[in-house]
């Protein structure tokens, strides 16, 4: 069974979409059953050159990325998600919809690199995605399908911590 894996961001123009592309890479490469979407609670409309030209340079398709609403994840006819992963600070505090099949939840932290100075954004995009990748190898890396939520829960903060 796929483990669907939801990350969001307010926009879900930068570090979402960045974390969509590195989770669906990695599993992909290492034949993991998991499959990565991203959302946003107020979306932009379009994912950001420079996440794009990051994922790009690191090799990853990204034709069919987009900036999508959350909404999209919470009717009936989404796929139910096991694991919903916040990476912005607001997007973690604002009120989630419910989402079908109770997913386990887990708040993972970066700096905006849209905020960087014009003539440092590649590279803090670059860091960014290296950082996210890390991470989504460290999920990849779990036995999710004989994980309890609790279990899956504590693997995921311990993941934060590192």
């Given at each position: ?81 096991h694991i919903v992963i916040t990476v912005c600070d607001s997007a973690a505090a604002e009120q989630c919809p ?37 991470r989504m190898l460290q999920l990849l890396a779990l036995p999710l399908a004989a994980m309890s939520p609790s ?12």
């Open positions: 069974m796929t483990t669907n894996v939801l990350i969001l961001c307010t926009h879900n123009s930068a570090r979402s979409a960045l974390a969509e592309g590195m989770l669906n890479h990695w599993a992909r490469r290492l034949n993991k059953d998991v499959r990565a979407f991203s959302a946003g609670s107020m979306p932009s409309g379009r994912i950001n050159p420079y996440a794009l030209s990051t994922l790009a340079a690191a090799g990853l398709d990204t034709t069919s990325m987009r900036s999508k609403s959350w909404d999209e994840f919470a009717g009936p006819n989404a796929p139910q998600m419910h989402w079908p099949g109770s997913p386990v939840r887990v708040h993972w932290g970066y700096a905006d690199p849209s905020s960087a100075a014009e003539d440092q954004k590649l590279q803090a995009f670059e860091l960014t995605r290296q950082a996210i990748g890390y279990e899956l829960q504590a693997a995921l903060i311990a993941i934060s911590k590192d």
